[in-house]
Structures are given as structure tokens and as C-alpha cells.
């Protein structure tokens, strides 16, 4: 079975502060991608960062960093110095070539940054 | 690149009528693009894939004849919500699927259209 937990269901940070959104994914495919998107409040979702499951290399977008550890089967998201614009819901989905493309999807951290 | 654009971004409807969303791949090609539900404060529930040029695959507890979906063209599907009711009120998000990475250089990628609220009264 194919399953993503995002275990934090709200976060609250002040601004400037750095947050981790943690993903856990279980999958017994050898390949699949691991993605992150954003959800703000106007409901549209944004795609982030796409990995696949044969580059454990961790990127780094700004103050975007990502954070792949097959061996923990943790894909996690770290915002640095957090702005009031990065509020919104995160999700954490799973792609793998058995499930026909069809994300699996976490349940979503919704992070609230407080100026 | 990679953009999903979707329509109407709201509409109300009275109960009984039927509303039609679109949802068009603008600067590539999908040839499988997917309906999802979301309720408030939830994760997004895939109703349905849709491939162009054939029948859309529902998932269980989807019903077909009340949400119909049609992939005409390799940039185009569309969801119709027949004798729409209030308990279909909900947000409505398509996708799209880059499968050649043309656009946004990651293939079999999703990109997601704005959504569509709908309510029903």
C-alpha cells in the first residue's frame, strides 16, 4: 500500500523564524516521485519541488530547502527566515509508475507565520 | 510553463441545474488530465481521470452519470455536475499531466488549474 503522513496538522511560527513540514511516504515501488505543493488561501495549488526516488540530493530554492532521506522515507520541506506569504497549507503527495500517476496525497500542514 | 488554467472560477446554481467546468492545459499537452474534490480543512480527493480520446476512469464511490467528464482534445476535459444538488457543493480542482516535461521540464508531472467553488442552493 502506498500511504503519505504528514503528521504536523498546523504549524504557527513568527516571522523569521525557520520551520520544518516533515513527510513520511511508504511505497514498495523502487521508482516513484515525491512532491511538495502549496495551497494558499485562494485555493490554487502550487507545485514546489518534484523529486524522483534515485536522487537522494537535497535541493535548496531560495529559502526553500528539501531534505530526501530514502532511508527514513522522509521527504521534508524547510522553510528558512519564514514570511508572512509562506502561510498557507502544504501538501506532500507520491507518485509511483504502479499507481497509474494518481498522487497520494498527505493530509497537509497548514502554516500560519505571524508578523 | 505549465499552466493549468480552469472555468468558471465560481458559480451558484440553483438545485436541479447542471454546471459545466472546464479545464484547459495552456502551453502543453495532456493526454491525462485528473478531477479532484476538496472539502474544507481536507486533502484533495481524485474523483476521476480523464484520457483524451477515451473513457474516464472513476474512483469507487464517484457516480459517473452524476459527474460526467469529457476529453475532447489534448488540452481540454471537462466536468459536468448533472442535477446538481447542495451537497455537491464543494471545490473542484483539475489537473494536468506533463507527460513529455515540455513545459515545465519535469514530466509526468501535475499542474493544477485555479479550482472552481461551486454551491449549490
Known amino acids: 500500500a502506498q500511504k503519505v503522513t504528514q503528521a504536523q496538522t498546523e504549524i504557527s511560527v513568527v516571522e523569521k523564524e525557520d520551520v520544518t513540514l516533515d513527510c513520511v511516504y511508504e511505497?514498495?515501488?523502487?521508482?516513484?516521485?515525491l512532491f511538495w505543493y502549496k495551497q494558499p488561501p485562494s485555493g490554487e495549488l502550487v507545485f514546489l519541488i518534484r523529486?524522483?526516488?534515485?536522487d537522494e540530493q537535497n535541493e535548496i530554492s531560495g529559502r526553500y530547502s528539501w531534505n530526501f532521506q530514502k532511508s527514513t522515507s522522509s521527504f521534508n520541506f524547510t522553510i528558512t527566515a519564514s514570511q508572512v506569504v509562506d502561510s498557507a497549507v502544504y501538501f506532500c503527495?507520491?507518485?509511483?509508475?504502479?499507481?497509474?500517476?494518481?498522487?497520494?496525497w498527505g493530509a497537509g500542514t497548514k502554516l500560519i507565520i505571524k508578523p | 510553463g505549465a499552466v493549468v488554467s480552469q472555468h468558471p472560477s465560481w458559480v451558484i446554481c440553483k438545485s436541479g441545474t447542471s454546471v459545466k467546468i472546464e479545464c484547459r492545459s495552456l502551453d502543453f499537452q495532456a493526454t491525462t488530465m485528473f478531477w479532484y474534490r476538496q472539502f474544507p480543512k481536507q486533502s484533495l480527493m481524485l474523483m476521476a481521470t480523464s484520457n483524451e480520446g477515451s473513457k474516464a476512469t472513476y474512483e469507487q464511490g464517484v457516480e459517473k452519470d452524476k459527474f460526467l467528464i469529457n476529453h475532447a482534445s489534448l488540452t481540454l476535459s471537462t466536468l459536468t455536475v448533472t442535477s446538481a444538488h447542495p451537497e455537491d457543493s464543494s471545490f473542484y480542482i483539475c489537473?494536468?499531466?506533463?507527460?513529455?516535461?515540455?513545459?515545465?521540464?519535469?514530466?509526468?508531472?501535475?499542474?493544477f488549474g485555479p479550482g472552481t467553488r461551486l454551491t449549490v442552493l
Open positions: 523529486r524522483n526516488s534515485f
Open positions: 489537473s494536468a499531466r506533463d507527460s513529455r516535461g515540455l513545459a515545465g521540464g519535469m514530466a509526468d508531472t501535475q499542474y
Open positions: 503527495a507520491l507518485v509511483s509508475m504502479d499507481s497509474n500517476y494518481q498522487l497520494i
Open positions: 511505497t514498495r515501488d523502487t521508482t516513484y516521485y
